[in-house]
């Protein structure tokens, strides 16, 4: 099977713009989770969703959308962009059946970088 | 809340050598799952090994096996015949009932020829 894939693999964007990122899962999984890694914070969970609803959500601004597509592709939008979003956007994908703890893989990421 | 701990935020092995990184974590949950991904310079996150809390035997995956102390909420893993391409950060995380990882802060392998 073909893993998750992300798109674009770098953007470079400025203050104030938005950005959407992408996201497909491994073939047969229902479920994808987004993550954002920093050097300061670490890894920090943003939301999952599973067949088209948002799951579960992290503590970030309203800025930080997302959606899921019929085909379990996955969109993240982060909106008026500001300096302390450059970070790698990671997203996993599990079947998310379990109803309880899961095994997520990851795709290779997005490297934003804000000026 | 759930928290995961890793305390060491580098480590070195010789090529072919023994090294065992270290993670203790905190929660309330009965039902959880645990790993450790490697995060190699190319940053793509890998899955090295999972243990299902419920489970009294200690999972291996070739050369990694993993050290469960349930109840001191501890959860090492030890990498055998260490080799280059181990170079990695490495992660330790916490999956609840919440459908979220939680990860510790890395720590930094590298192995030496």
């Known amino acids: 099977k073909a893993g998750v894939t992300q798109t674009p693999r770098y953007l470079i964007k400025t203050r104030g713009q938005q950005v959407t990122l992408s996201c497909s899962p491994i073939s047969g999984h229902r479920s994808v989770s987004w993550y954002q890694q920093t050097p300061g914070q670490g890894l920090q969970f943003l939301f999952e969703y599973f067949s088209e609803t948002q799951r579960n959500k992290g503590n970030f601004p309203g800025r930080f959308s997302g959606r899921q597509f019929s085909n379990s592709r996955s969109e993240m939008n982060v909106s008026t962009l500001e300096l302390g979003d450059s970070a790698l956007y990671l997203c996993a994908s599990s079947s998310g059946l379990a109803g309880g703890p899961d095994t997520q893989y990851f795709g290779p990421g997005t490297r934003l970088t804000v000026l | ?113």
């Not at chain 2, 929660?27 to 999972?50: A, C, D, G, H």
């Not at chain 2, 992660?91 to 030496?112: D, H």
């Open chain 2, 1 to 113: 809340a759930q928290t995961v701990t890793q305390s060491q935020p580098e480590m070195s092995v010789q090529e072919a050598e023994t090294v065992t990184l270290s993670c203790t974590y905190d929660t309330s949950e009965s039902n959880y799952y645990l790993f450790w991904y490697k995060q190699p310079p190319s940053r793509q996150m890998i899955l090295v090994i999972r243990q299902e809390a419920y489970k009294q035997q200690n999972a291996t995956e070739n050369r990694f096996s993993v050290n469960f102390q349930k109840a001191a909420k501890s959860f090492s893993l030890k990498i055998s015949d260490s080799q280059l391409g181990d170079t990695a950060m490495y992660f330790c995380a916490f999956m609840g009932n919440t459908g979220k990882l939680i990860f510790g802060q890395g720590t930094t392998l590298q192995v030496k020829p």
